[in-house]
């Protein structure tokens, strides 16, 4: 190589290598979460790390629609879920790789870790029994089981048997009681029904307030949301509708997650991981739940939400989410089965 050349070579070297140093890095993060809050969130973790955060926002089915058709290709690297039962089916359809970090496996539980490290839930919810006070008693409806008896012929009301709350709810009644008891529990409530099943849990508190129903399940963010509202129409609403614990002498409440994932192909792999574990870090923590109204699920992180206090203490199911994500297709077939719609 003649002297000239090696020099140019060089020079274009060191300029390829300081474009390089200037170019952030960057994570690709497609979440189906859309929460104010969390923007705050991703700011943080760029100041921290400088790596910088491009987001693609979609609903949760659209979502692993897109991650399904991008394939290998994909520039996703950390996926954001909502609910066990979409978790699962992100896993079963391979969208997720799985992580191994002592700084995940040490600070989220067992309960809250998806199979060999495929995902990890970052925030909990539970599904509650709301009725109304003037047609119901609260002692007819202290579990999820007197949902499914005679004295509620003509009063219950829930969403969509195939959406995946009551699919996760199913998925640990099955655990619990087996799949048996859990098939004629569906089967009892669909025969309890006051309505076809419609609309979100939001709709099932306000038909309970209405009256149109005497009692529903609601995922506690949504009740919360709703008890902190300055609203006056859901003043009225709450004014109306009775909170309950379920299954508080027995199994405990349902309790689900929200939780994150490195893509199957993600591009960026080391910063999808640092992602995850800042997600698990005290401060983000209580950001990532406190936004949705819901409990941080890592060790030792208290919540710092008075709305969530104020539904006073309670006895949680400890059924792994993990096992919920496995019954998600045993679900979906007893709500066929039953006619569940
Ligand atoms: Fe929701």
Redesign the pocket.
């Known amino acids: 190589m003649n002297r000239i050349l090696k020099a140019t070579l060089a020079v274009a070297l060191l300029g390829s290598a300081a474009a390089h140093a200037q170019e952030p890095q960057v994570l690709n993060l497609y979440s189906a979460r859309h929460y104010y809050t969390d923007e705050a969130l991703y700011n943080d973790f760029t100041k921290q790390t400088g790596i910088v955060i491009k987001r693609l926002e979609l609903k949760d089915e659209a979502l692993l629609e897109r991650l399904r058709n991008e394939g290998p290709r994909s520039p996703a690297d950390v996926v954001l879920l ?1 609910d066990a039962a979409r978790l699962a089916s992100a896993q079963e359809q391979g969208l997720f790789q799985p992580v191994k970090s002592k700084i995940l496996s040490d600070r989220i539980p067992a309960q809250y870790t998806g199979q060999d490290g495929l995902w990890y839930a970052f925030s909990a919810r539970s599904r509650a029994i709301v009725y109304n006070k003037d047609t119901v008693k609260p002692e007819e409806v202290q579990s999820y089981e007197d949902l499914a008896k005679p004295a509620m012929k003509g009063k219950v009301c829930t969403r969509s048997g195939s959406h995946p ?1 009551m699919l996760s709810l199913l998925s640990g009644m099955i655990a619990n009681i087996g799949e048996k008891k859990a098939t004629e529990w569906a089967a009892g409530v669909v025969a309890n029904m006051a309505r076809a099943p419609k609309g ?2 939001t709709d099932q508190i306000k038909a309970v307030a209405s009256g149109e129903c005497g009692v529903a399940l609601t ?1 506690t ?2 009740w919360v949301r709703m008890v902190n509202s300055d609203k006056q129409e859901d003043k009225d609403v709450v004014s109306k509708v009775g909170f309950i614990w379920p299954n508080q002498k027995t199994t405990g409440a349902h309790m689900n997650v929200s939780g994150g994932a490195v893509a199957a192909y993600a591009p960026n792999k080391a910063a999808a991981v640092k992602f995850l574990e800042y997600l698990a870090s005290d401060s983000a923590q209580q950001y990532f739940a406190n936004g949705n109204n819901e409990w941080p699920t890592a060790k030792g992180v208290k919540t710092n939400n008075p709305g969530l206090e104020a539904l006073g203490p309670y006895k949680a199911d400890v059924t792994p989410a993990k096992t919920l994500a496995a019954n998600t297709a045993l679900s979906q077939r007893i709500m066929d089965k039953v006619g569940y719609k």
């Open positions: 909502v709350y979100g849990d995922n963010y949504y």
